[in-house]
Nanobody, 124 residues
Framework: QVRLVESGGGLVQAGGSLRLSCAASGRTFSKETMGWFRQAPGKEREFISAIIWTSNSTYYSDSVKGRFTISKGNARNTVYLQMNSLKSDDTAVYYC?????????????????WGQGTPVTVSA
């Protein structure tokens, strides 16, 4: 069983920054895609960003492009989301996702593996 564990969420003022981390553990699998979704209260899950492991291609939603950066850690099983210029609209639970194939999709059901989520609250 593959396990994804997020960390780094918390409370930050508008304009501030946070860095989320996601570590994959469990059975070995050829993960080709890791990424992030978020879900704000009363809203559907929203695609934020993804990275294709072998090509290093990165993808972002329009809502975070230019403010958020996804990157791989030195350890093969770690991915980060650097979030800058945070706004109150960024308040949500952030979920790490993974897939064994190169997948870029805004559809949550496209991803096999999900973390438990880490909450981010941006105060005005």
């Amino acid at each position: 069983q593959v396990r994804l564990v997020e960390s780094g969420g918390g409370l930050v003022q508008a304009g501030g920054s946070l860095r989320l981390s996601c570590a994959a553990s469990g059975r070995t699998f050829s993960k080709e895609t890791m990424g992030w979704f978020r879900q704000a209260p009363g809203k559907e899950r929203e695609f934020i960003s993804a990275i294709i492991w072998t090509s290093n291609s990165t993808y972002y939603s329009d809502s975070v492009k230019g403010r958020f950066t996804i990157s791989k850690g030195n350890a093969r099983n770690t991915v980060y989301l650097q979030m800058n210029s945070l706004k109150s609209d960024d308040t949500a639970v952030y979920y790490c996702v993974a897939h064994s194939l190169p997948v870029v999709s805004a559809n949550p059901s496209a991803f096999d593996y999900w973390g438990q989520g880490t909450p981010v609250t941006v105060s005005a």
